[in-house]
């Protein structure tokens, strides 16, 4: 399966231009560290949201969500691993208050998971050490610490309660107090491999937005008038409503009834069609139309805790599991009545205690409301085994999915778990636990930080973690949490080594979901900072930072070397190309990897496994659909479009001219000799803009670059929109009768300047500021200032000509530039009109590189004022700045919640991992949506068998050759991984194989290819070829490219055509060629 970005998921962009590492923060950090935030009252007073800092969630979430979320008051009850996992996401997110509530103190046993403490701290509350640490979080929430027992009158002053250390008598006590009282009751907890939720937000909760999903639109081409009125789509794009939906109109001409009716519930017929109900009585249809669909409020009742555990209602977390809820449930209860007892869990892998919980088990399921008529002796076996243990994947698990939860119950956004959520992870032991259990000592151990994560796994497993290499690529919000798990396990704690590398600094926005990252490290580099914080979590972690992009510039820092010492390779990247490349690495060295990225509340795990799956790059997501360039244009009918033409714009203007310039300035002979050589009239483009960039519209004061700004307002918004509707009038018909502006064509109108309209003194703010930073020109922020000068530009009258062409569609453009060249004297002519490098000595240029982020920039403000502008000409409704930040700056929405519970079942995989297993039905790819909330695993996809001759092979196999040969011995023979021979001087190895590769494969390689570069191939003239065959393999390499081999490169790959003996074409695997030492 084809995985989410940690920030993208099915529609990922391209891989983004590395940010820029500042040196020196524009602000004092000092001042930083004590003001960290300052667009918002801290302490729970809020007045507005502070969109830099929440603008990921803000996506996720919604302002109204938001807004409801910093007006309620949170209560979280135990701080052991689980507490402190919900704690932490739920003060991310946002909320006005959190109070968390322990009675007890720091134990060893906590250790395993509780992040925020220490061994320092053991014999200390919990709620009382965990305060401060999570008060750094958020400076906006205000977190409190209580350590006397719960009473329902200091229950009154929360919206929310949460439960993670209860007895099951105070978790029913409190429940129906709060169930009573209106308060939101949610318990979670953990016992080893084992966790469950259950959640009662009241008799009548309102659910506003159950999906989260934006609302679809879908464009009318017809309506009939009918009892049961049929609603036919334009058949370019299929409507994607369901049956249930709730639609409403507008732009429809004559059935004006429709336009912002009352939402009508669809049915729907086709792919294309949906009828909405009786429409008999309305004006008939004429044309057009957008069909919108609606979300409704949904109201869903919960009963108390009490009631539920009697009769439960259940959310599945693996379909292959489907009758463990209803064993768990009773399991939990029976686990409660066995601590009561015995004032303790049953002790690990103990039989006695075992025994003693399955006979309690039988006795309690017997008069239970929920029996269980056939119980899983096998898993009860195993849920009394580990119960006592405390892993912090399991926490992230179900802190992850709590604490959405918890923003749930505060927003009514998203559908709630309803009621119970079990869980369990009991494929992270060895195979066959009950019967190869080990002694009972093995999993005993006291004082010390793994204990918990040893009474589960033992001591063995425990110093195997210890010695784990891991290359954790990425330090985001996937890597913090990834590395605060890896410590938090032991991982590379006792001889093995984690690496982590990312070249991005911190950013503000970052601050609200990567948790170890706070205020004052804003501008310094991720991996430096993650890799500290998770090392203060455990000393221990032995964790080495770097500030690398991983790609083909760093393959002499991670070569051969690098990753023959690796265990595995752990993902937490945000693009598909580092993705697919760390992917292609892991798969020539043969390593495990560790995939997983989250899209808002949506993620999903991948484990690849060396012989056994398919990797990360067998199966991909379709290209996301771009759009038809004659749209962006001319026909923008969507918001998308105009800020796609924005986005456009801003390269076409302050990018790419300042990129051309600052070539030609620095070789023009060069630089003239590269453009002549492009295809069609790119060379006439490209010199043009050149001209346009030093000559033309080159200014010399800020006044130059308002009246730049002022013209080129007119030519966008009024000049071209006439232009069009000259060529194509508002009344025009097609060949076929129908109007030309009709569909998906929307009628524009032009913009004439007006300084008294805020946008259109955007537009020219922004864009002449722009323009000034480019040349070098001191900027004027003054508005007034800026609006004056614009005033005073003289703007010369349009007026539309015939005989310009303007293609309709995308394949009349195509033709028309396939017939288009350049003539030689227009591009002379033009090239000597350029200045000369003396009159262009000292001249400041430099392009402007998008960043979406800073919010002082004015880039944003010029896409804005940009596309709102353009949908102003097409009557398409605007956009805000955060939604076009959204859109134009392609930002991954992203929240806590998903990273914590993605994280958590990557790091449970690990444990598969390092226990060895090799039975694929053990491991899990999984995909949830925390908003449905959905949860599927399935086995992962075996890699895919292909065959030559008689041989079966998969990616992960190839064609071994050791030691230097010349050509012609490679051609005349390889041999399969394997076969070896490492013995004797190279012509007798190539005598040797080559019988050996007759007898046994009889192919015949008919091309050979290194990289981009062509070897040899059956049709090379034969003069080339006779030359190559007494080069060795190295040499042909150095020859062939023109560079020498690396000295860190200690194998070359080769990609080799083969025919069989009947002289067809076979696929084969590629070769690796090991160079002599």
């Known amino acids: ?34 003001h960290p935030l300052t667009t918002m009252e801290a302490n729970g007073s809020v007045h507005e949201i502070d969109e830099g800092l929440y603008s990921r969630q803000l996506y996720v979430l919604g302002h109204e969500a938001m807004k409801k979320m910093a007006s309620s008051n949170i209560l979280i009850s135990g701080l052991r691993g689980l507490g402190v996992e919900i704690a932490k996401n739920v003060v991310l997110g946002g909320v006005k208050s959190v109070t968390i509530h322990d009675t007890g103190n720091v134990e060893w046993s906590d250790l395993s998971s509780q992040f925020f403490v220490s061994e320092h701290d053991v014999g200390k509350n919990r709620a009382e050490v965990s305060e401060s640490h999570l008060s750094e979080l958020n400076p906006y929430v205000p977190v409190k610490s209580h350590t006397a027992p719960l009473t329902e009158s200091f229950l009154e002053q929360f919206q929310v309660v949460v439960l993670t250390e209860s007895s099951v008598e105070e978790q029913v006590r409190l429940g129906e107090y709060c169930h009573t009282m209106g308060i939101k009751f949610i318990m979670a907890e953990t016992k080893g491999l084992f966790g469950r939720v259950f959640c009662d937000f009241g ?50 001409k004559g059935m004006t009834e429709l336009n912002n009716c009352q939402p009508r519930q669809i049915r729907v017929l086709g792919p294309y ?32 805790m009490k009631a539920s555990m009697a009769s439960p209602d259940f959310v599945i977390s693996d379909f292959a599991k489907m009758e463990r809820p209803g064993v768990l449930h009773v399991a939990f209860e029976v686990l409660d009545r066995f601590r009561q007892g015995h004032q303790r869990l049953p002790r690990p892998w103990n039989e006695e205690d075992t025994n003693e919980f399955l006979r309690l088990f039988k006795e309690v399921n017997e008069g239970h409301p929920a029996r269980v008529e056939e119980a899983d002796e096998k898993l009860l076996k195993l849920f009394s085994f580990v119960c006592c243990g405390d892993v912090c994947p399991m926490q992230a698990v179900i802190g992850g999915i709590s604490a959405q939860e918890v923003m749930k ?21 060895h195979t066959d636990p009950l019967s190869t259990k080990p002694p009972e000592t093995t999993f005993q151990s006291e004082q010390q930080r793994y204990q918990s994560q040893i009474a589960i796994f033992g001591k063995d497993f425990q110093d195997k973690l210890a010695r784990q290499n891991y290359f954790v690529v990425g330090a985001g919000a996937i890597g913090c949490e990834l590395l605060k798990n890896l410590s938090m396990m032991g991982v590379s704690c006792g001889g093995g ?5 990312d070249m991005d600094t911190i950013e503000k926005s970052n601050l609200n979901r990567q948790f170890l990252f706070r205020p004052w490290d804003v501008q310094k580099v991720k991996s430096d900072v993650a890799a500290a914080a998770s090392k203060k979590m455990n000393p221990h972690f032995h964790v080495v930072a770097h500030q690398n992009r991983v790609g083909s510039e760093t393959e002499h820092v991670y070569d051969d070397g690098f990753f023959e010492k690796l265990d595995a390779v752990a993902n937490a990247l945000d693009n598909i190309d580092a993705r697919m490349y760390m992917d292609r690495r892991c798969v020539y060295y043969r390593k495990p990897l560790l995939e997983s990225g989250t899209l808002g509340t949506k993620g999903n795990v991948q484990v690849v496994i060396p012989h056994l799956t398919e990797s990360y790059s067998s199966s991909q997501d379709p290209p996301e659909k771009s759009i038809p360039i004659c749209t962006l244009k001319n026909f923008p009918n969507a918001i998308e479009h105009t800020l796609q033409w924005a986005r456009d714009m801003f390269e076409g203007v302050f990018t790419q001219p300042a990129d051309s310039a600052q070539q030609y300035l620095s070789d023009p002979q060069r630089y003239l000799e590269r453009t002549v050589k492009l295809g069609g009239s790119q060379p006439f483009e490209e010199l043009n803009t050149l001209k346009r960039a030093l000559v033309d519209e080159r200014p010399r004061l800020f006044e130059d670059c308002v009246n730049w700004a002022r013209k080129h ?49 955007d537009y020219v703010f922004a864009a002449a500021n722009l323009k000034a930073e480019m040349y070098g020109i001191p900027q004027n922020r003054d508005r007034a200032a800026v609006s004056s000068m614009a005033s005073a530009v003289a703007v010369v009258e349009f007026t539309p000509r015939a005989g310009v062409t303007i293609h309709v569609n995308d394949s009349e453009a195509e033709a028309s530039s396939n017939h288009g060249g350049t003539d030689h004297d227009d591009l002379e002519s033009v090239a000597k009109s350029l200045p000369s490098m003396e009159q262009l000595k000292g001249t400041v240029i430099r392009p402007l590189s998008f960043e979406k982020d800073d919010d002082n920039n004015l880039h ?58 090799d039975n694929m039905e053990t491991y899990k790819n999984g995909f949830v949506n925390l908003a449905l909330p959905f949860f599927g695993f399935s086995e992962p996809i075996s890699a895919p068998k292909l065959k030559f001759q008689e041989t079966e092979w998969s990616l992960w196999d190839r064609f071994e050759v050791t030691g230097e040969m010349t050509l012609r011995g490679f051609l005349d023979y390889f041999h399969v991984s394997t076969v070896r021979c490492s013995k004797g001087s190279a012509e007798e190895r190539t005598n040797a194989l080559c019988c050996l590769f007759q007898k046994e494969h009889q192919l015949e390689i008919t091309m050979l290819s290194q990289g981009v570069s062509m070897l040899y191939s059956f049709f090379m003239p034969k003069a080339k070829v006779n030359e190559r065959m007494q080069m060795k393999m190295s040499q042909l390499v150095e020859v062939v490219t023109k560079k ?16 069989d003996k009947d002289g067809e074409d076979v696929e084969v695997p590629y070769v690796r060629y090991t160079l002599e030492k």
């Open 1044 to 1059: 020498p081999i690396p000295s860190y490169v200690k194998a070359l790959v080769f990609e080799i055509c083969c025919n």
């Open 273 to 304: 069609t949906f009828s909405i109900g009786d429409t008999s009585a309305l004006s008939e249809y004429v044309r057009g139309g957008i069909a919108h669909q609606v979300k409704m409020p949904q109201t869903t009742h919960f009963k108390s």
């Open 860 to 917: 944003m403000d010029f896409i804005v004022a940009c596309s709102n502008l353009r949908a102003e000409n097409y009557d398409i409704p605007p956009a805000d700045k955060h939604k076009s930040k959204l859109i134009a700056g392609r930002i991954i929405p992203a929240i806590a919640t998903t990273t914590s519970l993605v994280v958590g079942l990557v790091c449970l995989e690990m444990y598969k991992l390092v226990q060895g297993h």
């Open 1 to 34: 399966m084809s995985s989410l970005p940690e920030t993208i998921w099915s529609h990922e962009s391209k891989s983004p231009s590395p940010k820029r590492r500042k040196i020196q923060s524009e602000t004092k950090l000092d001042s930083d560290r004590a």
């Open 713 to 761: 307002f007119e030519a966008n918004f009024n000049n071209q929109i006439r232009q069009l509707l000259f060529n194509f009038p508002p009344d025009q018909l097609t060949s076929s009768g129908v109007p030309f502006w009709s569909g998906p064509k929307r009628c524009p109108h032009h913009v004439v300047f007006d300084v008294s309209i805020p946008l259109h003194v």
């Open 409 to 429: 119950a505060c927003s009514g956004k998203f559908q709630p778990i309803h009621q119970w959520f079990y869980f369990d992870a009991t494929e992270c032991l």
């Open 497 to 501: 080594t984690v690496y982590v590398t």
């Open 203 to 252: 008799d009548d909760f309102v659910v506003t937005d159950a999906n989260g999903e934006t609302p679809l639109s879908a464009m009318v081409s017809a309506v009939t008038k009918d009892s049961d009125g049929v609603v036919t789509c334009i058949d370019d794009q299929r409507h994607g409503f369901e049956t249930g939906d709730y639609v409403t109109f507008t732009e429809v």
